[in-house]
């Protein structure tokens, strides 16, 4: 059973970086394809960005492109959400997900729905 574990998230003024972390055990990473999702309160799950199994496609959704980066390193059983100049309307709980998507990383990223597992969330509260 695959087990996920998000970290790294806290408080950061606007303009500030934060890099999460999603660290997998009970089964290799290199299985799975990944997406980080945020969920805000008062609102829906939200795709962030995503990856393929060999980390080779990578792709990201709205306002996270060309401020965020996801990486993984599959020896180390661990995917990386790197956010760079972070504002407000990023505050929410980050989420990772493992699983086989129909969806095309390299085309855009899978729909929550397509994921089977998920970790616990991390919060990142971006204000001044």
């Known amino acids: 059973q695959l087990q996920l574990v998000e970290s790294g998230g806290g408080l950061v003024q606007p303009g500030g970086s934060l890099r999460l972390s999603c660290v997998a055990s009970?089964?290799?990473?290199?299985?799975?394809?990944i997406g980080w999702f945020r969920q805000a309160p008062g609102k829906g799950r939200e795709g962030v960005s995503c990856?393929?199994?060999?980390?080779?496609?990578?792709n990201y959704v709205g306002s996270a492109k060309d401020r965020f980066t996801i990486s993984r390193d599959n020896a180390k059983n661990t995917v990386w959400l790197q956010m760079n100049s972070l504002k407000p309307e990023d505050t929410a709980v980050y989420y990772c997900a493992a699983g086989w998507p129909i969806t095309t990383v390299q085309y855009r990223c899978p729909d929550d729905v397509e994921y089977t597992y998920w970790g616990q969330g991390t919060q990142v509260t971006v204000s001044s």
């Open positions: 990856i393929n199994l060999s980390g080779g496609s990578t």
């Open positions: 009970g089964s290799s990473l290199e299985y799975y394809s």
